[in-house]
């Protein structure tokens, strides 16, 4: 089994959940019993732009396969953050690309405490990007 893929064969998605928003909904989606994925990790965090541009090309380097930022938006009780992380996240893309990795492979999304569905839709449309990915390096 390859660095970048779970004990189920999938590659590792990672998610930097914002402690307000995203993350009650992960934990809602788990009270609830609704089935994600095990190559999921979730990481609880304040505000994804505490992050800086290197984290996220040594995860990709470290066998990652995609990562979603979970945040909450516009909602950010941070003044300022949600703008700063959309440049970061935008520079990043391109330093992604410039790395031959596929900048579909990080996504920013807006999820709120009770976004359960989203939640999982997210999940499982990184889970289908990188299947796609897996198909066409192997074809």
Do not use: W
Request: charged content about 25%; proline content about 6%; overall charge positive.
């Amino acid at each position: 089994m390859s660095e970048t893929s779970d004990r189920i064969g999938k590659p590792k998605i990672l998610i930097l959940a914002t402690a307000t928003c995203a993350y009650p909904a992960a934990d809602a989606a788990g009270q609830a019993h609704l089935h994600y994925p095990a190559n999921t990790f979730i990481l609880r965090v304040p505000s994804p732009v505490l992050f800086p541009d290197s984290f996220y090309y040594d995860c990709f380097e470290k066998g990652v396969g995609g990562i979603l930022i979970m945040s909450c938006g516009h909602e950010c009780p941070y003044i300022g953050a949600f703008e700063k992380l959309l440049a970061r996240v935008d520079r990043v893309k391109l330093g992604l690309k410039e790395r031959g990795v596929s900048p579909d492979r990080l996504r920013l999304s807006a999820i709120c405490t009770v976004c359960t569905k989203p939640f999982l839709k997210e999940i499982a449309e990184m889970n289908q990007q990188l299947e796609r990915e897996t198909q066409r390096a192997t074809a």
